[in-house]
Structures are given as structure tokens and as C-alpha cells.
Nanobody, 123 residues
Framework: QVQLVESGGGLVQAGASLRLSCAAS????????VGWFRRAPGKERDIVAA????????YYADSVKGRFTISRDNAKNTVYLQMNSLKPEDTAVYYC????????????????WGQGTQVTVSS
């Protein structure tokens, strides 16, 4: 069983940057795609970005392309989400999750979820 812990959220002004971290314990990320998802108030949970376990396959939602960067350090069992040029519409609870597959962008293929970290962007 893998436990995921997110960190790095906070309250920032529009245009600022944040870096989210997702650390795994109990089991490594080896062989697993890792994704970042977010749920804004009153909305469904959506995928933001995902990285395959080898770090080759990468996906970004259209809304964050060019602003967010996902990366992983398998030696540290940590996945990062660098968020630049933040907008008020990026306000959400951000979750990281590990997939049972080496690559997937489908949330139902992700079995292990963190507790979430709040990101609030003020205008």
C-alpha cells in the first residue's frame, strides 16, 4: 500500500508561482504513472497533469499548458507540479494520485490518492 502526501499549497496572488510536492511512502512510485488532479468548488475533479513512470509520457490539461510543469524524482519517490502564472481559476484542492498502470490519464485507473492541498489564487 502506498501513502501519498501533498504539500506546497497556499494563498497567492494572480501571477505568482507555487510548487506542489507529492511524496510517497510505504511503497515506491516504481511502475506507476502519477497524476495531479484538482477539484474546484462546485465542480468535478479534473486531471491537471500526469507523468508516466519513466518520465517520458507527460500530459497537461489545455487550461494549464505552458504554465504548469510536472516532474518526478523516482530516487526521492516524489512528484512535483510547478505552477507558474497562476490565475484565480486555478483555485482548487489539488490531489496527487498513483496509477496501477505505467501510463494513464483516466482517473479511474488511479488507485492511491493523497489528502489534497488547497491552492487559492486571489485576483
Amino acid at each position: 500500500q502506498v501513502q501519498l502526501v501533498e504539500s506546497g499549497g497556499g494563498l497567492v496572488q494572480a501571477g505568482a508561482s507555487l510548487r506542489l510536492s507529492c511524496a510517497a511512502s510505504g511503497r515506491t512510485f516504481t511502475g506507476s504513472a502519477v497524476g495531479w488532479f484538482r477539484r474546484a468548488p462546485g465542480k468535478e475533479r479534473d486531471i491537471v497533469a500526469a507523468v508516466g513512470w519513466r518520465g517520458v509520457n507527460i500530459y497537461y490539461a489545455d487550461s494549464v499548458k505552458g504554465r504548469f510543469t510536472i516532474s518526478r524524482d523516482n530516487a526521492k519517490n516524489t512528484v512535483y507540479l510547478q505552477m507558474n502564472s497562476l490565475k484565480p481559476e486555478d483555485t482548487a484542492v489539488y490531489y496527487c494520485a498513483a496509477s496501477r498502470y505505467g501510463w494513464s490519464v483516466r482517473s479511474d485507473n488511479y488507485d492511491h490518492w493523497g489528502q489534497g492541498t488547497q491552492v487559492t489564487v486571489s485576483s
